[in-house]
């Protein structure tokens, strides 16, 4: 049985309290001299508990640099800054985790060749998680310089949080967009590939599949940080059929598995004269269920899909939600899955640019949670990146770090549910033992669909459940009444789910719970009516 707790929201609302902040405080994380740190990019390993996070140097002037810096579990840098390479293009650089080898995968772009004579390459190197050991670069793709020139690469990576063994569950798969400039100025290619590169214990990295995605006018690539148990990677870009200029205005889905494309479908479509699909990102759950995040006309958009059966399976999407209330202009949206809640990031344009970050619900991407900033003072911010702990593993937590940029490269720690642990208050009568204890299942927390509320081995038949949300202790003898009687749910069995709403106003609401049963209690004005413990819990974002 389920109570209904979203009915009772108007009385929980008025006696909520703000919660305190979830986000821990910032660290720097890379500040290298003489050059302008940008475009920061984050993973996790599971098994040693750190993250990884990769950014641009530069000066201005190509080439760039890519340099890397392990973090520990709380997001504190530990060992040194790391060259991963002293020759890329200005764009953002990737990074993805193989958790069956303890191996972190970078990629980034670099230009080989003079005048126009050159060639764009994608490269990618493994980083060992527990030692910061470098592989040696390969070449996973490239665009050669011709009569119509090549403009530029962009590219992401999404890893693998299975924990295979004999080879299975090494692979990454490495994501990118060519732009070639046609014959006159109105021409230019734009094609989307992908490629999965397997990650070995010990070696470079080895080639494997190479697909395509999209034969034109596709924008930059955005893929999940993991594949889920399933081993499918869920690829996001806008796209358009007029490359020059590039006013993208529809955003693309694909789930990807080892073997190459699964399923292609269009997520929105934009048709107002001016307004574009910009900057998606994409995030996975469990490689079923995924939610894409995206701008239009300065406003951050999510939507949830999934792909279940065997491929090409069967694909379904929610309706779009707009999570976040700030009228702000909104940038640049990066969303990840953190153990029972999607997180995203987003930047906020102001007088002085300000990233923000929220939970999301699970299942249908609402709004689940306060709107914090990463950083309320300091300089402006740019080029927010999010990733969960739950990206290197399944049995992960719900934390998460978000890492932005404002010429050094910033991060901080986020979690997202805050819970307390529940109080016993007492007030049984007429029990041995553990007979006749409440418990309880999950957390109490926005968003749990399955916290619940249990009488363990009940000795006599269970009247009711009651639900208060003050205590208004009544007693006689041995026995002390708790909750007030806001909810008495009669005939309750010995365990019964309150889903707990999506909505922010709740956090800092109290419940206090006592089940009512048929049987000697010692009160002598109702002396076959006993009462168990009472809980008490505060309800966390």
């Known amino acids: 049985m389920r109570v209904a707790l979203l009915l009772l929201t108007p009385v929980l609302s008025a006696l909520a309290a703000q919660a305190a902040p979830v986000l821990g405080p910032p660290a720097l994380l890379g500040n290298v001299s003489g050059v302008t740190d940008t475009l920061p990019q984050i993973a996790y390993d599971h098994d040693t508990d750190r993250y990884c996070v990769v950014w641009n140097a530069n000066n201005g002037t190509a080439p760039g640099q890519i340099y890397a810096q392990v973090l520990n579990g709380s997001g504190i840098p530990i060992g040194q800054l790391i060259v991963v390479s002293t020759n890329s293009r200005l764009t953002r650089p990737a990074i993805a985790n193989i958790r069956t080898t303890g191996k972190f995968l970078i990629g980034w772009t670099e230009e080989t060749g003079s005048g126009s004579n050159y060639t764009l390459q994608v490269r990618a190197r493994s980083l060992d998680a527990s030692n910061a050991a470098l592989s040696t670069s390969v070449v996973v793709g490239s665009l050669v310089s011709g009569p119509n020139p090549a403009i530029g690469l962009n590219?992401?990576?999404?890893?693998?949080?299975?924990?295979?063994?004999?080879?299975?569950?090494?692979?990454?798969?490495?994501?990118?967009?060519?732009?070639?400039?046609?014959?006159?100025?109105?021409?230019?290619?734009?094609?989307?590939?992908?490629?999965?590169?397997?990650?070995?214990n010990t070696g470079t990295p080895v080639l494997g599949v190479l697909s395509t995605l999209s034969t034109s006018g596709a924008g930059a690539p955005r893929v999940t940080r993991h594949c889920g148990a399933t081993g499918r990677w869920g690829v996001v870009w806008s796209s358009t059929l007029f490359s020059v200029p590039f006013s993208p205005t529809s955003l693309v889905a694909c789930i990807v598995d080892?073997?190459?494309?699964?399923?292609?479908?269009?997520?929105?479509?934009?048709?107002?004269?001016?307004?574009?699909?910009?900057?998606?990102?994409?995030?996975?759950?469990?490689?079923?269920?995924?939610?894409?995040?995206?701008?239009?006309?300065?406003?951050?958009?999510?939507?949830?899909?999934?792909?279940?059966?065997?491929?090409?399976?069967?694909f379904m999407a929610g309706p779009t939600v707009t999570p976040f209330t700030t009228t702000l202009p909104m940038e640049r949206p990066s969303i990840d899955f953190a153990e029972s809640k999607y997180v995203v990031a987003c930047l906020t344009r102001s007088t002085t640019d300000r990233v923000r970050v929220k939970s999301l619900d699970p299942t249908t991407c609402a709004s689940c949670g306060v709107e914090w900033f990463t950083d309320a003072l300091g300089a402006s911010q740019d080029d927010p990146a999010v990733c969960a702990k739950h990206?290197?593993?399944?049995?992960?937590?719900?934390?998460?770090?978000?890492?932005?940029?404002?010429?050094?490269?910033?991060?901080?720690?986020?979690?997202?549910?805050?819970?307390?642990?529940?109080?016993?208050?007492?007030?049984?009568?007429?029990?041995?033992?553990?007979?006749?204890?409440?418990?309880?299942?999950?957390?109490?927390?926005?968003?749990?669909?399955?916290?619940?509320?249990?009488?363990?081995?009940?000795?006599?038949?269970?009247?009711?459940?009651?639900?208060?949300?003050?205590?208004?202790?009544?007693?006689?003898?041995?026995c002390t009444l708790v909750p007030s009687l806001d909810v008495v749910t009669f005939g309750a069995p010995s365990t019964m789910v309150i889903p707990i709403p999506c909505q922010a106003s709740l956090i800092g609401g109290e419940l206090y719970t006592q089940w009512l049963q048929l049987r000697p209690s010692g009160c002598s004005i109702i002396p076959d009516l006993g009462v168990s413990n009472a809980l008490k819990f505060t309800i966390a974002e």
């Open 155 to 200: 590219i992401d990576i999404g890893g693998d949080s299975r924990n295979g063994f004999l080879g299975s569950a090494e692979s990454a798969l490495v994501a990118w967009q060519e732009v070639r400039q046609g014959s006159t100025s109105l021409q230019s290619s734009r094609v989307l590939r992908c490629r999965t590169v397997r990650v070995p």
């Open 391 to 478: 990206s290197g593993s399944p049995n992960a937590d719900d934390r998460a770090m978000v890492v932005w940029s404002n010429g050094t490269i910033l991060g901080r720690p986020f979690e997202a549910s805050t819970s307390s642990l529940p109080v016993n208050l007492g007030g049984g009568c007429g029990t041995v033992g553990f007979d006749d204890l409440a418990t309880y299942s999950g957390q109490c927390v926005l968003g749990n669909a399955t916290f619940s509320i249990s009488l363990f081995s009940p000795t006599s038949p269970i009247l009711a459940l009651l639900i208060g949300f003050s205590a208004a202790p009544l007693s006689c003898g041995p």
């Open 258 to 314: 080892a073997s190459g494309p699964c399923a292609t479908q269009t997520l929105a479509t934009v048709s107002t004269l001016g307004l574009s699909v910009e900057t998606p990102s994409c995030a996975t759950a469990d490689g079923v269920s995924f939610a894409a995040a995206w701008v239009t006309d300065g406003v951050v958009n999510v939507r949830p899909f999934s792909l279940t059966g065997v491929c090409p399976g069967v």
